[in-house]
């Protein structure tokens, strides 16, 4: 079975520019994470969907992420303006659903901001 | 609020031997713990999990303890062998939030031939 797809593998933007990062999950996965993983700490989760709403986005910083799963399929998470501190790993995970929580996480997006 | 904490240092050893990595929590016990391994450059690998009511779990070289009175879990690696060579990730449930997990910051293991 193919596994989740994340896309763009690098990114490299300017601080206040804007960057949107796309995530399929593994078909038939209810559940879709994003996290942030920043160099030598664990994944922090940004936000936790159930096919098209929203569970949790407790940690999201909503004045400058967003993130959409309109379709219950494909995610794209946004950030606009980046800041610095941004810079990091986001992972996109999925999941059968919020009882079976064994993650298939992607390759992730690896964000540089300068 | 949960708090999920691994041994930040590297952890070095000699092929053939075991590898005993650390995994401590704070207020009430998770329905589940779940170990993930890492590789550079790619998103963690799902390895085991194992529930509050479960003492210990098996999975080929793998062995995974869930303590409750400890607060901790500990992840059992024997007979090494460098592919092993990886950080290892412990994530913990945080009760009726729909599968969140919290992750610990991961500990690097290195195996040496």
């Known amino acids: 079975e193919a596994g989740v797809a994340q896309s763009p593998r690098y990114k490299i933007i300017e601080k206040r520019q804007s960057v949107a990062f796309w995530c399929n999950p593994i078909s038939g996965h209810a559940t879709l994470y994003w996290y942030q993983q920043i160099l030598g700490q664990g994944p922090k989760l940004l936000i936790q969907f159930q096919n098209n709403g929203v569970v949790d986005d407790s940690q999201l910083p909503k004045d400058r992420f967003s993130a959409e799963r309109l379709k219950g399929v494909d995610s794209t998470l946004k950030i606009q303006p980046a800041k610095l501190e941004d810079s990091a790993v986001y992972l996109c995970?999925?999941?059968?659903?919020?009882?079976?929580?064994?993650?298939?996480f992607g390759q992730g997006t690896r964000l540089t901001v300068v | 609020s949960q708090k999920i904490e691994q041994n930040s240092e590297a952890l070095n050893i000699q092929e053939g031997k075991t590898a005993t990595l650390t995994c401590n929590y704070t207020?009430?016990?998770?329905?589940?713990l779940q170990w993930y391994r890492q590789d550079p450059g790619r998103g963690p690998v799902f390895l085991l999990l194992?529930?509050?009511?479960?003492k210990e779990k098996r999975k080929e070289r793998l062995k995974v303890t869930f303590d409750t009175t400890l607060k901790q879990s500990l992840f059992h690696i024997t007979a090494s062998q460098p592919a092993d060579s990886a950080t290892y990730l412990c994530?913990?449930?945080?009760?009726?939030?729909?599968?969140?997990?919290?992750f610990g910051q991961g500990t690097e293991l290195s195996v040496k031939p």
């Open positions: 995970a999925s999941s059968l659903d919020m009882a079976n929580t064994e993650a298939f």
């Open positions: 207020n009430y016990s998770p329905a589940y």
């Open positions: 994530a913990r449930e945080v009760g009726n939030q729909g599968g969140k997990l919290i």
């Open positions: 194992i529930r509050e009511n479960e």
